[in-house]
């Protein structure tokens, strides 16, 4: 570890620990893409009873399928554009496992994370609009993904105007729009209050096991 430069006597010195890196990029070539994704995805919703929720059974990117290997190869740019960002020197070796997304009328998913994993993301085919739903409370945030801080009860100490005020970090996506965050980050997505399902492949980026940190 480099130790801290030395500062002249008066100067402080500014140290941002902890900091969580959140990616959100729009994948070139989605307009034709994602016709086509959600063509597959619509597909597989069909033949596969809970595909959505059997996400640690199935491996969409083990499709031979040629939009698939075009989103492969979107998101190890992705996963690697991140690792630049964090300014890791060598790159771990490192395996994508995906599956589909199809949120109906009413449906979410609750608050959790992805153990066992570096970095997760999803990558959006389909954002139905939700001016059109119908809300009685004003606090619904139908569409959305929310992120929540890691670090329990940070925002008991801060102060408005303070960066760490608001421990919720709450987005809506558009269609072509790839997220990419670390695995262990919280996160909910808001309900779909629309006809239009919503439509997106998520996936785990995991690290093989010469490059984990040993326990």
């Not at 016709?35 to 491996?59: C, K, P, R």
């Not at 996963?79 to 630049?84: C, F, I, L, P, T």
């Not at 994370?113 to 954002?127: A, E, F, I, M, R």
Request: charged share 15%; aromatic share 10%; with cysteine.
């Amino acid at each position: 570890m480099t130790p801290p430069e030395e500062n002249p006597e008066g100067s402080a010195e500014f140290i941002r620990l902890w900091p969580t890196l959140f990616m959100a990029v729009t994948l070139p070539g989605s307009d034709a893409a994602n016709s086509i994704l959600s063509s597959l995805v619509m597909q597989s919703n069909a033949e596969q009873e809970q595909m959505t929720t059997n996400y640690l059974e199935q491996n969409l990117f083990q499709s031979d399928h040629p939009a698939i290997g075009w989103l492969t190869q979107c998101c190890t740019h992705a996963v690697m554009e991140y690792a630049r960002e964090l300014g890791m020197g060598d790159m771990p070796e490192f395996s994508l496992q995906g599956w589909p997304n199809v949120n109906f009328r009413g449906d979410y998913h609750n608050l959790h994370n992805h153990p066992h994993s570096w970095l997760s993301g999803t990558y959006y085919l389909n954002v139905p609009d939700q001016d059109d739903a119908e809300t009685f409370r004003s606090d619904l945030n139908p569409g959305a993904i929310s992120f929540f801080d890691p670090r329990g009860a940070t925002n008991m100490t801060a102060m408005m105007g303070d960066g760490q005020h608001d421990p919720e970090y709450r987005r809506v996506p558009k269609a072509g729009e790839l997220f990419l965050w670390p695995a262990f980050l919280y996160h909910l997505v808001h309900p779909n209050l629309v006809e239009t399902p919503r439509l997106s492949i998520s996936f785990n980026v995991v690290v093989s096991s010469r490059n984990r940190q040993p326990g």
